[in-house]
């Protein structure tokens, strides 16, 4: 092999095996944040509902707040949004609606899922003007749409829930939370729609596997790299006897 050939080969087998380390310490690193949110995600459901984090609160809000179980009263205001959605029931939408709190903040609520054929307003249960009492879980905006669409407002085509775009544009009034609440599911109407209580509360967890995946990816190239190196080596030792010999 000549030198140059020799060296190209090397330095790309180092690029390589750099690659392979940097993703399986990419997905340690994700492992870690995993384990984090589940452990999370598993305490705060088992905490009691609290009431909803103050507006002097709201700047402060970050990844650890989400999950929290909230407990809301107030009133629902005209105005709704659908936000497409895939769940566990197939595809079709959220259901967000804003609901005014007795201290006169604004909270949108997440009712549920509800499939394409149940769309139209008369196909699923109204809000209605009174007083209500909900729980839920914290969730934290997802602004400017979906991995591949961007949100469309004034088409009122929504791929995320985008909170400040949803409430501008419904035109909501006074202070608006800068999060959304689940709603939780119904006990005593299961099979209402919107069907609360589909929030993904299971999280895979592979990174281990990809993590070893990727390091033994890392030890084969460099393991490669080596024997060839010293095939090389040892082709051009034999080469150099049997030149003394002759």
Avoid: C
Wanted: net charge positive.
């Amino acid at each position: 092999m000549k030198q140059t050939a020799r060296i190209a080969w090397v330095g790309a087998a180092l690029l390589a095996m750099a690659g392979f380390a940097a993703l399986g310490i990419w997905q340690v690193e994700r492992l870690a944040w995993k384990r984090e949110l589940i452990a999370r995600v598993e305490r705060q459901m088992q905490a009691p509902p609290q009431s909803p984090p103050e507006p002097a609160q709201w700047a402060g809000l970050a990844k650890p707040d989400e999950y929290r179980r909230l407990r809301l009263q107030g009133r629902f205001e005209p105005g709704e949004v659908l936000v497409q959605a895939s769940t566990e029931l197939g595809g079709g939408f959220w259901v967000l609606a804003p609901l005014r709190l007795d201290d006169g903040a604004v909270v949108l609520v997440n009712r549920g899922f509800v499939p394409p054929e149940r769309r139209a307003v008369e196909q699923r249960q109204a809000v209605g003007d009174g007083l209500v009492q909900l729980t839920g879980l914290l969730r934290l905006s997802e602004p400017h749409g979906g991995v591949l669409r961007a949100n469309e407002p004034k088409q009122d085509r929504w791929y995320s829930r985008d909170v400040g775009a949803i409430a501008a544009r419904l035109g909501l009034r006074g202070p608006v939370a800068p999060f959304f609440v689940d709603e939780a599911a119904d006990a005593a109407q299961p099979q209402r729609w919107p069907r609360p209580g589909l929030t993904v509360l299971r999280f895979s967890n592979n990174h281990a596997v990809y993590a070893a995946t990727w390091f033994a990816l890392a030890a084969m190239v460099a393991a490669a790299a080596g024997y060839l190196l010293f095939e090389e080596r040892r082709r051009r030792a034999g080469a150099g006897a049997a030149s003394l010999e002759s």
